[in-house]
């Protein structure tokens, strides 16, 4: 019999609140009755406590009572418990307090005195809705974390996509750099061919000028300028060749430190008369490697000219040697102006040059041998503090010969 008269709920914590014991009483007797676990109070303030502790699933508060009233402990259990539920008695014919307490946010209200069933009706009805809500509040949390989820997949998916396109952009700019290096090979060797024959002979006929001028100071100043320029032409014919240059040099052993250190030699006038400070750190493990020692020191003389070229003023030059995880990583920095971000994917290419007297082609010849040899160069630039050239050569590819 007991079965029929067990509340579906059977087993949640309700709490009854009222000042009056006989009510709380009788109340909790009811309640017990229909399996609910009952826990009394008879007071707001009592009222508050019990619920901080036990978290009821319900409340039945009396609206009347001393030291805190019903409406403000149900303010309070509104504010911070939302998971538990409130049914307020109030007095008779006191509909307006009703309506008020019923938008503070009470379940619903009883009037007192009450019916046992109705009382038992109301609770089972608050508890169903309470369940519903609960079990929504659930849902909609889940939902909120599924949509973070979504969302922090949609931003990992779309910096995929952007790494992929800025890798797909880098191999076709690659590309692009390998085609105008070929193309410029083929340009470079006709052209050089054709062009440094007829350069030669102006350069004979200046020089027959300049000895039947010797006397006369303007006109053997102009045929000076003549065999500067011709000699300008010829320097940039033989970058180019080099630029382009395709076919394999013999190799032979050569010791990285000493092409360091012949180099750092060669411009120490250089660096002296522009007052550039030269920290050089080269460490002691580095192989001995077989090479084209002519392209191992241009990519030194390139990388240092183009450094010293900026610190006009002074400023520090760094040469660093290092073994990195099976590459042999040099990195040539200087404190110079820096390269415009809108320049650096440019500066590879041959012909381009930001100088009034460069030809562009110093960095396409130290692309050109560093991708010979399998290996990288990248540049980290800031404006305004300087750069960073970075090659890395695999030893494995030096070391065989
Ligand atoms: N260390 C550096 N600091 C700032 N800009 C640089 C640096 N190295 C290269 N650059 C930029 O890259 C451009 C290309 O350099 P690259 O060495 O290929 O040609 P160049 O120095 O202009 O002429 P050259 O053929 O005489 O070397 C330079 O004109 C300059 O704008
Ligand atoms: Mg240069």
Redesign the pocket.
């Known amino acids: 019999m007991l079965k029929d008269h067990t509340s579906q709920f059977s087993g949640e914590k309700i709490l009854v609140v009222d000042d009056e014991k006989v009510i709380v009483e009788l109340t909790a007797l009811l309640l017990r009755g229909r399996g609910f676990t009952v826990l009394t109070a008879y007071n707001g303030e009592e009222c508050l406590d019990i619920v901080r502790n036990e978290q009821p699933a319900l409340v039945l508060l009396d609206y009347m009572m001393p030291v805190m009233d019903g409406e403000t402990a149900l303010k309070n259990i509104i504010q911070n418990h939302p998971d538990t539920y409130v049914i307020m008695f109030t007095g008779k014919g006191s509909e307006e307090v009703a309506v008020r307490l019923m938008k503070t946010g009470a379940a619903d209200y009883l009037q007192k005195p009450f019916v046992n069933s109705s009382l038992l009706e109301r609770i089972d009805t608050v508890l169903q809705i309470r369940q519903v809500e609960l079990a929504n509040r659930d849902l909609l949390r889940e939902k909120d974390q599924l949509q973070l989820e979504i969302e922090a997949w949609n931003l990992h998916l779309e910096r995929r996509v952007e790494e992929k396109s800025q890798e797909l952009e880098l191999a076709h700019r690659e590309i692009l750099q390998t085609e105008k290096l070929a193309a410029l090979g083929h340009i470079s060797a006709g052209m050089a061919h054709e062009i440094r024959n007829p350069l030669n002979a102006i350069n004979l006929f200046a020089q027959i000028l300049s000895g039947a001028y010797s006397e006369d100071l303007e006109n053997s100043s102009y045929i000076r300028k003549i065999v500067e320029e011709v000699e300008r032409v010829d320097s940039?014919l033989v970058?180019m060749l080099a630029a382009s240059r395709g076919t394999a040099a013999p190799r032979s052993e050569v010791r990285f430190e000493k092409v360091a250190r012949k180099v750092l030699a060669d411009c120490d006038v250089l660096c002296r008369s522009q007052r550039v400070m030269v920290e050089c750190l080269i460490e002691e493990d580095i192989p001995l490697i077989i090479a084209d020692p002519t392209e191992i020191e241009q990519i030194f003389t390139?990388?240092v000219?183009?450094?010293l070229?900026?610190m006009q003023q002074g400023g520090r030059l760094g040469v660093r040697l290092t073994l990195d995880e099976g590459f042999i990583r040099l990195e040539?920095s200087?404190t110079?102006?820096?390269?415009p971000k809108e320049?650096l994917s440019?500066?590879?290419?041959?012909f381009?040059?930001?100088?009034e007297?460069?030809?562009?082609?110093?960095?396409?010849?130290?692309l050109r041998i560093v991708r010979g040899y399998g290996g990288l160069i990248k540049?980290e630039?800031e404006v305004g503090r300087?750069?960073t050239?970075i090659v890395k050569l695999p030893t494995s590819r030096l070391l065989v010969g």
């Open positions: 940039i970058k390139n990388l000219t183009n450094a070229f900026e040539i200087d110079g102006r820096g390269i320049h440019q500066i590879f290419d041959p381009f040059t930001t100088k007297k460069g030809t562009g082609f110093g960095l396409s010849v130290v540049a630039s300087g750069t050239f």
